[in-house]
């Protein structure tokens, strides 16, 4: 069935990184965007970033950006995030989700990328940044 | 960063009742690109509508969505024990994406 499963969720110190995957499957992987979202404990969804289905559209939000980075392996039907100079606030539960995404190519070659809606989800993985 | 204030917190009704919740965002937002999220305890969050009224996938026609510009609604039309859960619209029309902080829906 269609499914992400996350994984390389831990306690880490201050300062130091980690690497979080989201394997997929059940659907052509190389379709889709993906996104990462977290939820720190208690409060409410946080976009972080996504990745387009070829991998050359990136966007991350502002508290994350300079420090994560995200990337995938359509032959791996993989996302992962590189979380490097991690924060006590960077605490959180983190998504993948999948994009209802259109990719739209002009007759110049030159790719749009659109996003809609994350319609598939992850169980989550807990990153604990603490001391 | 376009962000989103959703209204009210928290809203108290009874199962059978409507819900109206309130999505508004401090600039435009094309309507092809707000989304709604229904999210239950220790659960990943459900897409619901994106498009600002297209109902997701298997989706139940008692939810439904509106709105243009900067004021969206999420209406639940006949409340289900199953519908008690926080709500969050997110917006994909500029990067970053940002989510609004959520209403809860609970049992009177």
């Known amino acids: 069935q269609v499914q992400l499963v996350e994984s390389g969720g831990g306690v880490v110190q201050p300062g130091r990184s980690l690497r979080l995957s989201c394997a997929a499957s059940g659907f052509i992987f190389s379709s889709y965007a993906v996104h990462w979202v977290r939820q720190a404990p208690g409060k409410g969804l946080e976009w972080v970033a996504v990745i387009s289905d070829d991998g050359h559209q990136k966007f991350y939000a502002d508290s994350v950006k300079g420090r994560f980075t995200i990337s995938r392996d359509n032959s791996k039907n993989m996302v992962y995030l590189q979380m490097n100079s991690l924060r006590g606030e960077d605490t959180a539960v983190y998504f993948c989700?999948?994009?209802?995404?259109?990719?739209?190519?002009?007759?110049?070659?030159?790719?749009?990328?659109?996003?809609?809606?994350?319609?598939?989800w992850g169980l989550g993985t807990t990153v604990t940044v603490s001391s | 960063e376009i962000v989103l204030t959703q209204s009210p917190g928290t809203l108290s009704l009874s199962p059978g009742q409507r819900a109206t919740l309130s999505c508004r965002a401090s600039q435009s937002v094309s309507s092809s690109y707000l989304a709604w999220y229904q999210q239950k305890r220790g659960q990943a969050p459900r897409l619901l509508i994106y498009g600002a009224s297209r109902r997701a996938t298997g989706i139940s026609d008692r939810f439904s969505g509106s709105g243009s510009g900067t004021d969206f609604t999420l209406t639940i039309n006949g409340l289900e024990p199953e519908d008690f859960a926080v709500y969050y619209c997110q917006q994909y029309g500029n990067s970053p994406f940002t989510f609004g902080p959520g209403t809860k829906v609970d049992m009177k």
């Open positions: 989700g999948r994009d209802i995404s259109i990719t739209a190519v002009q007759a110049s070659g030159e790719k749009n990328y659109f996003y809609y809606g994350m319609d598939v």
